[in-house]
């Protein structure tokens, strides 16, 4: 019966010489609280304040308070003391100084704070800022997440596996909130930075240009594309649309596509949202392509296999209407493989070498080479003359009609399947026959 009686005394004892936190006192004497009454008052409280004092301060004997000497000590040192609750925080690849040097209070107050986290400061991004300076006075451009203080979202307070101490790799990190961004991963072609890390061209806090890009447009763009950057400074005839600061994005997606090279579009349905105009309005001197194209029959085999890239350079070129080779414009041009040089990108120079033939060209009479023919002596035709480089109704790209001078000078071609006949007006009709 004895024993049944102590368990209860025990606990009668305890309540009495127990403070209401915990901290051990004799019946009579002041509570922690009576003292200490402000450590408590923020919203945020240190759980083990709530609780117990002696759960981190100890007594020593000595009076409390008076005297030279502390009546409370740590129970052990910081930051030991913080890893009896909390988990240690130096056993990652990259560990915040602070925290690796043990000083937890650079960050933390011990009792209570108005702030989440008992951090001795918030919003979060004015305490960091008091370490490190972000420099975002005057910049265009502000990350949104540290607009609003929240260091956070991106970056872990007290280690991480990654430089940083960012949350995760990038563009991992990034596409966590970017999702619409995240979905263009999955298109057929990516931008290898935009795989690798997104601060190869975006600064992560802010920028003086929009986008948070670390330069202008260009300028970002040649330091990769330092290839483009020449062509556009060292050669004659430049493509307009690249005039503009912002003028890689008129034709390109700076993160990735569906389309080859990164085309916003595909290849000729670009091109031709330019060339679909009448020279001489929007875009100067641009023939209207996409009128010949629809009006035709039959297209340049060129254009469909290889689209406009298959003849024009779409950044600059040293040749005329940004050819990737040489093409005289002239009417009259005599023919050879440097003065029509992109015609033999494709087609064979025996073309126009071979006066006598079997097998070079199916535009001859018997073994006459008929292109031969045109292309030699004073009145040499350009090819132009007779054949449209984009399309036209009559197969081999015959066109209709001859610009000469004012003239429109009619072609009038007819096709047969060993042979064929025309009657332009610098000659009366001929016939060919293989």
Not at 57 to 62: L, V
Not at 134 to 158: I, W
Request: proline share 7%.
């Amino acid at each position: 019966m004895m024993k049944l009686l102590t368990i209860p005394f025990l606990l009668i004892l305890i309540a009495i010489t127990v403070d209401d936190f915990g901290s051990p006192v004799d019946p009579g004497e002041k509570k922690c609280l009576d003292c200490h009454a402000a450590i408590l008052q923020e919203s945020y409280k240190h759980q083990p304040v709530t609780i117990n004092c002696s759960a981190c301060h100890h007594p020593t004997g000595k009076p409390h308070p008076g005297g030279k000497e502390k009546g409370f000590r740590l129970e052990k040192e910081i930051p030991q003391l913080c890893y009896t609750c909390h988990e240690v925080k130096n056993n990652k690849r990259n560990v915040h100084p602070p925290a690796q040097r043990g000083k937890c209070m650079s960050c933390h107050t011990p009792h209570s704070s108005p702030q989440p986290g008992l951090l001795i400061m918030y919003p979060v991004a004015t305490l960091c800022q008091e370490c490190h300076d972000l420099d975002m006075t005057g910049k265009k451009s502000r990350h949104q997440a540290v607009a609003d203080g929240n260091c956070m979202n991106c970056h872990e307070p007290h280690q991480s596996d990654f430089k940083m101490l960012v949350k995760s790799d990038r563009p991992t990190l990034c596409t966590s909130c970017h999702e619409n961004i995240k979905a263009l991963t999955s298109l057929k072609t990516v931008h290898p930075p935009f795989e690798r890390n997104c601060l190869i061209c975006h600064s992560g806090h802010s920028s003086d240009e929009a986008h948070l890009v670390t330069l202008k447009t260009k300028e970002l763009c040649y330091g990769c594309h330092e290839d483009v950057q020449a062509d556009l400074q060292d050669l004659q005839r430049v493509h307009p649309p690249t005039a503009a600061d912002s003028s890689c994005f008129t034709c390109h997606s700076p993160h990735a596509s569906a389309n080859k090279k990164l085309l916003i579009s595909e290849e000729k349905k670009l091109c031709l949202s330019c060339h679909g105009k009448p020279a001489g309005t929007e875009t100067k001197n641009a023939p209207d392509v996409a009128q010949t194209i629809r009006n035709s029959k039959f297209l340049h085999g060129a254009m469909e296999k290889e689209g406009c890239s298959g003849c024009h350079r779409p950044h600059a070129s040293k040749n005329r209407d940004l050819l990737s080779s040489c093409f005289s414009p002239d009417f009259y041009t005599v023919a050879s493989k440097d003065t029509l040089a992109l015609c033999f990108n494709c087609h064979k120079p025996e073309l126009i070498e071979q006066p006598i033939t079997s097998f070079s060209t199916g535009f001859r009479n018997g073994q006459t080479n008929l292109h031969y023919v045109h292309v030699q002596g004073d009145k040499a035709r350009n090819c132009t003359v007779c054949h449209n480089v984009h399309g036209a109704q009559n197969k081999f790209l015959i066109v209709d009609k001859i610009r000469f001078g004012d003239w429109q000078m009619p072609m009038r071609f007819t096709f047969s399947e060993s042979g064929g006949s025309c009657s332009p007006g610098c000659h009366g009709e001929k016939h060919y026959r293989r």
